[in-house]
T-cell receptor, first 111, second 113 residues
Framework: AQSVTQLGSHVSVSEGALVLLRCNYS??????LFWYVQYPNQGLQLLLK??????LVKGINGFEAEFKKSETSFHLTKPSAHMSDAAEYFC?????????FGTGTKLQVIP | DAGVIQSPRHEVTEMGQEVTLRCKPI?????LFWYRQTMMRGLELLIY????????DSGMPEDRFSAKMPNASFSTLKIQPSEPRDSAVYFC???????????FGEGSWLTVV
């Protein structure tokens, strides 16, 4: 069985401030972990993923995430928020080709 | 690669009508997923296929919903009869056997009035 918990359905940050979106997971097999971004009225786009190897993964648009097995976490960060980062972000865990998504976090960037 | 292709992109239909949504997965991908997204319920997995065979349809809301995958390059999600509460965005997605990343189509935006 696997599950994903995203803490905070809405997060607001000021432009230029640190972005931190939290994700915790559970999985009975070694997980693959993902972050997807969904801009208004669009589909889900892969932001970054962890499969094996380096636990700090870098994605598009300056985002990165760190896999911490001991904490079962995969938090998404970006040092400096931009207005164009306003979107909904989904964390996901995959095991045996079954993918489970979190409930999403809407990021608001305040000018 | 063309990615996952869905049609129609937008559909408005009257209650009681049949709705058919179509999906072409990425070539070579063995797994195909249908998701529904609404404001109230978020992203829900409806059904997924492996090698054209339905594996888990526990997310299909009721008998009005059905999905088929007649071949490796085509799948349909049908709602008959449609109801206003079916209004949502329906996403198709696929994964390859040797891969681990799920790729989404652009979605089909359904409005039932």
């Amino acid at each position: 069985a696997q599950s994903v918990t995203q803490l905070g359905s809405h997060v607001s940050v000021s432009e230029g401030a640190l972005v931190l979106l939290r994700c915790n997971y559970s999985s009975s097999v070694p997980p693959y972990l993902f972050w997807y971004v969904q801009y208004p009225n669009q589909g889900l786009q892969l932001l970054l993923k962890y499969t094996t190897g380096a636990t700090l993964v870098k994605g598009i648009n300056g985002f990165e995430a760190e896999f911490k097995k001991s904490e079962t976490s995969f938090h998404l960060t970006k040092p400096s928020a931009h207005m164009s980062d306003a979107a909904e972000y989904f964390c996901a865990v995959s095991g045996n080709q079954k993918v489970t998504f979190g409930t999403g976090t809407k990021l608001q960037v305040i000018p | 690669d063309a990615g996952v292709i869905q049609s129609p992109r937008h559909e408005v239909t009257e209650m009681g009508q049949e709705v058919t949504l179509r999906c072409k997965p990425i070539s070579g991908h063995d797994y195909l997923f249908w998701y529904r997204q609404t404001m109230m319920r978020g992203l829900e997995l409806l059904i997924y296929f492996n090698n054209n065979v339905p594996i888990d349809d526990s997310g299909m809301p009721e008998d009005r919903f059905s999905a088929k995958m007649p071949n490796a390059s085509f799948s349909t999600l049908k709602i008959q009869p449609s109801e206003p509460r079916d209004s949502a965005v329906y996403f198709c997605a696929s994964i390859g056997e040797s891969g681990n990343t799920i790729y989404f189509g652009e979605g089909s935006w359904l409005t039932v009035v």
